[in-house]
């Protein structure tokens, strides 16, 4: 790897690790890793004017480096790579303010937008159903959770079809700088990840890191909210949209395409599934939060439940 890199950046380690999913060396005490590309060859070029979009404007990205023939994507021993300046400038923990520092940002970019939440969500339901049911004696504790998993996520396709159906955007309904996820151990990396921006509604990151703070334990979320709420003018629409995520379960729906890629244990969903009443409470809760701001439609069966 040494001389691949020396050959395709000009740039010369002195030790290069491999950290299993990817590589890294620090030059001159600036540190660079050289990632497999897993996305759409496609829409190399979008993430590459978007990552220069964001550093344009002093936002907090990794910084992609172009090989010695102007290309974003490298083919060493005939895998795709891309190479990063990583920014080491961020706080140990993600906070609703590192969110917002990126997604205050306006941008659009159709090969990166992700705007039809619900048949995006129908259609990983559909693959996801066809998957346990021809693989389900190996995965005991995902066939007992699934149903309930699914149920969750056919309230909040119905949720978020409703909110299309319903409402108007307005002017504040803009897509911005988003994040395909939000990674479930707060590992920050992902949040400075060109390969893991997007471009969305403003509802979109705000409603994964609400999950996130759950099972993170982040007692602070409601002082979070209030101030983020006095700051970010929401629609109604966009209200609608933020609680329709809120209920989409995809913590549950990410751990389960990490079990089956053999990256995950199976028992880990037990703490997901060991904290579910509380986690209703927490929705309840939110919903309730929500509500203050505009009047919106109720889940009924979460709204009957008691603690």
């Known amino acids: ?40 060859i ?33 083919y060493i021993d005939n895998v795709p790579y891309i190479l990063y300046q990583i ?14 520092i990126i997604s205050k940002s306006s941008y659009y970019n159709k090969n990166l937008a992700r705007d039809n939440w619900d048949t995006l969500w129908a259609n990983r339901i559909d693959y996801l159903e066809y998957h346990i049911n021809q693989n389900g004696k190996k995965y005991p504790i995902i066939v007992e959770s699934f149903s309930y998993f ?15 159906d319903e409402e108007k955007k307005e002017y504040t309904d803009n897509y911005v700088i988003s994040h395909d996820k939000l990674i479930y151990n707060n590992n920050l990396y992902s949040l400075y990840d060109p390969l893991n921006i997007i471009i969305d509604h403003k509802a979109r990151d705000l409603a994964e890191y609400i999950k996130l703070s759950f099972f993170n334990d982040n007692f602070n979320i409601y002082e979070e909210l209030e101030e983020h709420f006095k700051n970010k003018y929401y629609s109604r629409y966009g209200i609608r949209l933020l609680f329709g995520r809120v209920l989409y379960p995809s913590f549950y729906l990410d751990m389960y395409d990490q079990i089956i890629t053999n990256t995950l244990n199976e028992d880990k969903l037990l703490e997901i599934i060991n904290r579910i009443n509380d986690y209703e409470d927490y929705l309840k809760n939110i919903f309730i939060f929500l509500n203050k701001i505009y009047k919106i439609p109720e889940v009924e069966w979460l709204m009957k439940k008691t603690s």
């Open 87 to 100: 920014n080491l400038s961020y706080n140990k923990n993600i906070t609703l303010k590192d969110i917002n």
């Open 1 to 40: 790897m040494n001389n691949a890199i020396l050959f395709y950046y000009n740039l010369k380690p002195d030790k290069i690790i491999n950290n299993n999913s990817y590589y890294y060396f620090y030059i001159n005490n600036v540190m660079y890793h050289l990632i497999t590309y897993y996305k759409n």
């Open 150 to 164: 699914v149920g969750m996520c056919e309230n909040a396709i119905s949720y978020i079809r409703n909110t299309y």
């Open 42 to 74: 496609d829409d190399a070029e979008s993430i590459y004017k978007i990552n220069n979009y964001m550093l344009s404007l002093g936002l907090p990205v990794h910084k992609i480096i172009m090989n010695k023939d102007s290309k974003i994507i490298t």
